[in-house]
Each structure stands twice: as structure tokens, then as C-alpha cells.
């Protein structure tokens, strides 16, 4: 208690001791220029993945009504927003697909000349330069939503291994710069490795969701990319949002497995999660600010509830503190052009 007296007072004003205090931490505020210079977690366009959805089908530009912003995309559209990407200097984006038709088993995922393939190769012949990474999930094409295959109402594990492995391989095939899983099948790390070392993918990196939880925060992204399951929910496959030490044996078997990168979603309800994996991860760590955390910032911001410009940079600054390398999120090129001109 004596100790806990002394501080108080040598943080109190001279009406509370004889002696002002020594230390002041507030000199280093007085200014936006101090303020920048001494300023720790520093964010730039180059920490920022831009998630888009190209469809086919669609005959123009489709916006998500609960994602203002975001929107449904031709691959005309597509390759015309990567431009615009690459242009802010956001050094990537991720592409999920949505197909003009579903089955049981996501023949769409691993289809040659499939959304998400003929994409790609679009946007590699436009912006070469552009990190194109893909995601790998069946979720987006089959008929009941779930991220593998079904077998009396059950997702079945190693079956789905086969098609996520195709999967893999055939957006590496397109030209992808990346792949990642994201369905939250055991295994799923090797067997992907696996099937792309075997068909000359041997320098393709995988970004394994590593630690994807079974979130409430997933729902604009489910209507953006028409992914619901018709019955039942993801939590037997994805993680339960109260556990942590399962994360990071999560990442721990991915990395085993040969994951060069590994993720953590969603960021804002997880941000404990994200600075323990990153502690641990020898590879680096990316975390996802999902679609209801984008969605939440902009309905408070169009009711005049919050600045949703320094909301927003107040997110990203916290997702990026708290350990990630880089940071997949719908607020990329807004936030870009904020940091890049002001």
C-alpha cells in the first residue's frame, strides 16, 4: 500500500505533494508531430489483403446491401477493382467465388474453367504484379452450404480432403499466388501440400485459417457470397468461440503440416487468440476483420453513432498491434487512401 501511495503521488499535481512530478509521459502528446514520431504500431496500405467476390452469371456489378461498398463482381469488374488495388499499393486481394450453379459436391470449387480459375487468370494477365490469393472452401458451391461433403447430415472429413485438394490445385493451376483453406477439415494442410507438390505447385504458398471459429460475425459475408447452410450450422468443424489453447493446437498441426502462413478469424473478438498465435508462429500471421465487424462500423457511422473513419483506423490499428503480419479486410482501400493522402 505504501508503494501504490508513493506512485499516486508522484503521478499527482503539486496541490496533492510539494513536488511536481518527474516523469511525464504527456510531453510526448503534445503535438501530431511527436505524436507520429514516437508512435508504435504503425499502419500502411502495405499491411492490407482486399477480400472480392466475383460471380458468374451476373451481367453487372450485384452490391450487398448489408456490405456498403462491396458489392457482387463480373470479372470485368474484378480485374478493374484490382487495378484500383494495386494502384493504392495494398499489395493483394482474395477471391471467393460464387457459381451460377450448385451441387452436392462443389463441382465448381475444382473446376477448370470455374469462377474463381477464369478470374485469376484475368487478373494475372492485367496486374501481374498483384498477390492473388484464393480461397479454398466448398461452402460457395454446393447446393446444402456446408464446406464438404455430406453423408447423413454429417460433413465428412476425409472425403472432403480429396475435393479441397483438387480445388487447390486447380486455382494454382489459374496462375493463384496463394491458396487458402478455410474449411476447417483435419488433415487439410497435408493433403493439399501434398496434392500441389505433386502437380509442380511446389513453390505455391498455403494460408491455412488456422484458428477460424464458428462466428456470429460471418453473416453479411454468407449473404455476399450466397454460402449459408441450408441445415444445421458449422460448429462441428469450426471452433468454439470461447476456447483458446485449441487455437493454437490448431496451429500448431498446420504447421506440422506445412502451412507457410497461418491466420486467425474473425480479428476483433479474437484479438487474445491472434497475439498468442503470433508468440508461437515461426511463419507469418494474418488475421481476418470478417464482414460483420465491416458492417457494424458502417451501420454506426450511417446513424451518425460513431466517426467511422477513426473507428475504422482504430480497428486496424489494434488488429495490427496485436500481432498480425497483415490484415485481410473490406476497409482496405478506404483506409489506404486515408493513410496514403489523409
Keep these: 500500500m505504501d508503494t501504490l501511495h508513493t506512485a499516486l503521488g508522484a503521478r499527482g499535481s503539486s496541490a496533492a505533494?510539494?513536488?511536481?512530478?518527474?516523469?511525464?509521459?504527456?510531453?510526448l502528446r503534445r503535438s501530431a508531430t511527436l505524436r507520429s514520431l514516437v508512435r508504435e504500431t504503425v499502419l500502411t496500405p502495405h499491411d492490407f489483403i482486399e477480400p472480392l467476390f466475383v460471380a458468374d452469371g451476373i451481367s453487372e456489378r450485384i452490391p450487398v446491401p448489408s456490405m456498403p461498398g462491396v458489392a457482387q463482381l463480373t470479372i470485368a469488374d474484378a480485374v478493374a477493382e484490382a487495378r484500383e488495388i494495386a494502384s493504392l499499393h495494398i499489395p493483394g486481394i482474395i477471391l471467393f467465388g460464387i457459381p451460377d450453379a450448385k451441387?452436392?459436391?462443389?463441382?465448381?470449387?475444382?473446376?477448370?474453367?470455374?469462377?474463381v480459375q477464369r478470374a485469376v487468370r484475368a487478373i494475372k494477365d492485367a496486374v501481374p504484379d498483384l498477390i492473388v490469393m484464393t480461397d479454398v472452401c466448398l461452402c460457395e458451391y454446393t447446393s446444402h452450404g456446408h464446406c464438404g461433403v455430406i453423408s447423413n447430415g454429417e460433413v465428412l472429413n476425409d472425403p472432403t480432403l480429396e475435393l479441397l485438394s483438387?480445388?487447390?490445385?486447380?486455382?494454382?493451376?489459374?496462375?493463384?499466388?496463394?491458396?487458402?483453406?478455410?474449411?476447417?477439415?483435419?488433415?487439410?494442410?497435408?493433403?493439399?501440400?501434398?496434392?500441389?507438390?505433386?502437380?509442380?505447385h511446389a513453390s505455391t504458398p498455403i494460408l491455412s485459417y488456422a484458428a477460424k471459429y464458428a462466428s456470429s460475425f460471418y453473416g453479411p459475408f454468407?449473404?455476399?457470397a450466397e454460402s449459408a447452410p441450408q441445415f444445421g450450422d458449422r460448429r462441428g468443424y469450426q471452433m468454439d468461440p470461447a476456447n483458446a489453447r485449441e487455437a493454437l493446437h490448431e496451429v500448431e498441426l498446420d504447421l506440422e503440416e506445412g502451412a507457410d502462413m497461418v491466420m486467425?478469424?474473425?480479428?476483433?473478438?479474437?484479438?487474445?487468440i491472434l497475439w498468442r498465435v503470433k508468440q508461437m508462429s515461426p511463419v507469418p500471421v494474418g488475421a481476418y476483420n470478417v464482414?460483420?465487424?465491416?458492417?457494424?462500423?458502417?451501420?454506426?457511422?450511417?446513424?451518425?453513432?460513431?466517426?467511422?473513419?477513426?473507428v475504422m483506423?482504430?480497428?486496424?490499428?489494434?488488429?495490427?498491434?496485436a500481432g498480425a503480419d497483415f490484415i485481410l479486410s473490406y476497409h482496405a482501400r478506404e483506409a489506404s487512401r486515408?493513410?496514403?493522402?489523409?
Design 264 to 272: 486467425v478469424k474473425p480479428a476483433l473478438a479474437f484479438l487474445d
Design 222 to 224: 454468407r449473404k455476399a
Design 166 to 200: 483438387q480445388t487447390a490445385v486447380s486455382h494454382a493451376d489459374a496462375g493463384a499466388d496463394v491458396v487458402a483453406p478455410s474449411d476447417m477439415m483435419d488433415g487439410r494442410v497435408a493433403a493439399i501440400r501434398t496434392a500441389l507438390d505433386g502437380h509442380g
Design 103 to 115: 451441387d452436392e459436391t462443389g463441382t465448381g470449387a475444382y473446376a477448370a474453367d470455374g469462377i
Design 338 to 342: 486515408i493513410l496514403t493522402w489523409g
Design 313 to 321: 483506423l482504430e480497428i486496424l490499428h489494434s488488429i495490427k498491434r
Design 17 to 27: 505533494t510539494s513536488t511536481p512530478p518527474l516523469v511525464r509521459p504527456r510531453r
Design 291 to 310: 464482414s460483420g465487424e465491416f458492417a457494424m462500423v458502417k451501420a454506426a457511422a450511417e446513424r451518425d453513432w460513431i466517426d467511422g473513419r477513426a
